[in-house]
């Protein structure tokens, strides 16, 4: 089979290492790729977002299967393009995509159908805005409602700041387009816990629970990133709490969109935070996360390249979706000064790493693996337990040097201190 998998992070190294397990998978093609899955995939230099690019380059080589990993080309509407060119691929369609496309769509579907949120309002008008911040209390928690490269959430300490957010927002300020409509909501407190999904809009079956860390700094402090490390699975997602998201969440989404006739088929993420009153919806997104993906494949047993084309074939039911007991860690090595401003072009080595290393920022220079982005690699340990995975990772980091390396020294830190407590 030829394969395509879009994109060219670390989740997607993470996603064509899993694939490659099968046999079958016999030549993949990364689209953009990075210079360090070169081992694995040969990477084409066509965007993510070139959908044009994407689909002829798709029929041209008689690709068999696309695997779409971004939000970009499944918020744009990749999977409907291909459908049309009868190239098969894994992802949400354009409509479904809208889950993670459009928060307003994604509230007003929770709202509908009794699924489990915080309480918001929606405005494109800055008065009206005005007035309903007025009667808050904060925190408050303003939404731009398209996609801001996960930047798009500001949870305003005061009236005034939440005010200022608004205005930038819907003035078109901030996040152009996407922000013009904003979602204002009130402020949830709790763990926070990311559950992947695989679902084919008949059967749902989550993966392991994962735990991110999306500020830059120690604590929990700095500006939000895409994410700086991942334990898995999450502590917090007990089996009482599985079993009530399972049927209050997980469930009633998936009829929901059926409902809606918007059936999704693909990978949906549901990020949860288990509140005094239950796990609630923080977000969804319509494809896998990323560094949760780096964390969480490691540890599925069962084939994923099986389970992709059983997804989008609607058999999911059929095949087999079992994950190791084991736990992992995915630490992310970034470039000193993400999610701000960094310096690339340094050479990465590494000596003895143990770990599976999943490259992200990163190119080839003169025959070289330099860094060229923020988040650079992912370097994942699996272990019995959690402590065991954390250290381990740790461990792998010093082996891994280029200048200006930066990662959290606490990834996993919350994580080991709730199953002591428990
Ligand atoms: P999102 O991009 O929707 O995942 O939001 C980014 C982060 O903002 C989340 O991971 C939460 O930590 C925080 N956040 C979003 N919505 C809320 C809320 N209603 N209450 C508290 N924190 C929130
Ligand atoms: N790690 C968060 C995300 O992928 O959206």
């Known amino acids: 089979m030829k394969i395509a998998v879009i994109g060219g992070g670390g989740r997607e190294h993470a996603i064509i290492k899993k694939l490659k397990e099968n046999p079958a998978a016999e030549h993949i093609f990364a689209l953009p790729g990075n210079g360090g899955m070169v081992n694995e995939a040969e990477c084409v230099p066509i965007k993510a977002t070139d959908l044009d690019k994407i689909v002829a380059f798709c029929k041209e080589k008689n690709v068999d299967f696309v695997v779409i990993a971004p939000d970009d080309p499944l918020i744009a509407g990749l999977k409907d393009m291909l ?207 990323d560094p949760e993906t780096q964390a969480v494949l490691p540890l599925l047993k069962s084939d994923l390249l099986e389970i992709m084309l059983a997804t989008e074939e609607e058999r999911l039911a059929s095949v087999p979706v079992e994950f190791s007991d084991k736990c992992s860690c995915a630490l992310v090595l970034a470039s000193k000064g993400y999610p701000e401003k960094y310096e690339t072009g340094y050479e990465i080595t590494e000596n003895g790493v143990q770990g599976e290393i999943f490259y992200a920022g990163v190119k080839r220079e003169n025959g070289k693996l330099v860094n060229s982005g923020g988040r650079v690699l992912a370097v994942t340990e699996v272990r019995d337990d959690l402590a065991d995975a954390v250290k381990a990772a740790y461990e792998d980091a010093e082996r891994i040097n280029f200048k200006n390396k930066y990662f959290r020294r606490d990834i996993g830190k919350r994580a080991l201190k709730a199953i002591r407590e428990k």
């Open 83 to 289: 459908n049309a060119a009868g190239i098969p691929s894994f992802g949400p369609d354009k409509a479904a995509a809208a889950i993670e496309g459009s928060k307003a769509f994604a509230k007003e579907l929770m709202r509908k159908y009794s699924i489990p949120t915080a309480r918001y309002a929606v405005f494109s008008d800055e008065d009206a805005a005005f007035a309903y911040i007025d009667k808050l209390t904060p925190p408050i928690v303003v939404k731009a409602d398209g996609p801001a490269l996960g930047k798009g959430v500001i949870i305003a300490e005061s009236v005034a700041e939440a005010r200022a957010a608004a205005h930038d927002m819907i003035s078109g300020n901030r996040f152009g387009e996407s922000g013009k409509r904003v979602v204002i909501e009130e402020y949830l407190t709790g763990p926070e816990v990311s559950v992947l999904a695989f679902t084919d809009s008949h059967t749902l079956v989550p993966m392991v629970s994962s735990m991110d860390h999306k500020r830059a700094c120690d604590g929990d402090t700095g500006l939000n990133t895409g994410g700086m490390g991942v334990v898995a699975p999450n502590p917090y997602y007990t089996a009482e709490v599985h079993e009530r998201a399972m049927k209050e969440i997980f469930l009633p989404t998936l009829n929901a969109m059926n409902a809606e006739g918007r059936p999704f088929k693909g990978c949906l993420y549901f990020g949860l935070m288990i509140t005094e009153n239950g796990p609630k919806v923080i977000e969804y997104n319509s494809r896998f996360g």
